[in-house]
């Protein structure tokens, strides 16, 4: 089977999409690496298409990252700008007992 990195997301022939990059910056990080990149890679996606991190409001100790939300890396190493942030009730483990911030950037123009 195909995964995130293999598949051609030009043969969708999207305009505006929305990619949701599911998982905390620590697990979800490594499906950004290959998903955004090929997705900036379209011309005529570049620009029109928004990307949606689940992070945290809570770094532990060893995060790699601890800037905006667990994605602050990954939004400087793609040009992205944060558009808007939704914190929705969550629960998804022992030690995340806060909700949880979905973070909706685009491409910097």
Same mark, same amino acid.
């Given at each position: 089977?195909?995964?995130?990195?293999?598949?051609?997301?030009?043969?969708?022939?999207?305009?505006?999409?929305?990619?949701?990059?599911?998982?905390?910056?620590?697990?979800?990080?490594?499906?950004?690496?290959? *998903?955004?990149?090929?997705?900036?890679?379209?011309?005529?996606?570049?620009?029109?298409?928004?990307?949606?991190?689940?992070?945290?409001?809570?770094? &532990?100790?060893?995060?790699?990252?601890?800037?905006?939300?667990?994605?602050?890396?990954?939004?400087? &190493?793609?040009?992205?700008? *944060?558009?808007? =942030? *939704?914190?929705?009730? =969550?629960?998804?483990?022992?030690?995340?007992?806060?909700?949880?911030?979905?973070?909706?950037? &685009?491409?910097?123009?």
């Amino acid at each position: 089977s195909r995964g995130s990195h293999q598949f051609d997301y030009a043969s969708l022939k999207l305009s505006q999409p929305i990619f949701f990059i599911s998982g905390l910056p620590e697990v979800g990080e490594m499906l950004a690496n290959n *998903v955004i990149p090929r997705i900036t890679s379209i011309s005529n996606l570049k620009m029109n298409s928004i990307f949606v991190f689940t992070g945290s409001h809570i770094m &532990r100790k060893d995060s790699r990252d601890k800037s905006k939300w667990g994605w602050g890396k990954v939004m400087e &190493r793609y040009n992205l700008e *944060v558009i808007k =942030t *939704v914190t929705l009730p =969550t629960y998804w483990t022992v030690d995340q007992p806060v909700d949880t911030p979905f973070i909706f950037t &685009r491409t910097k123009i």
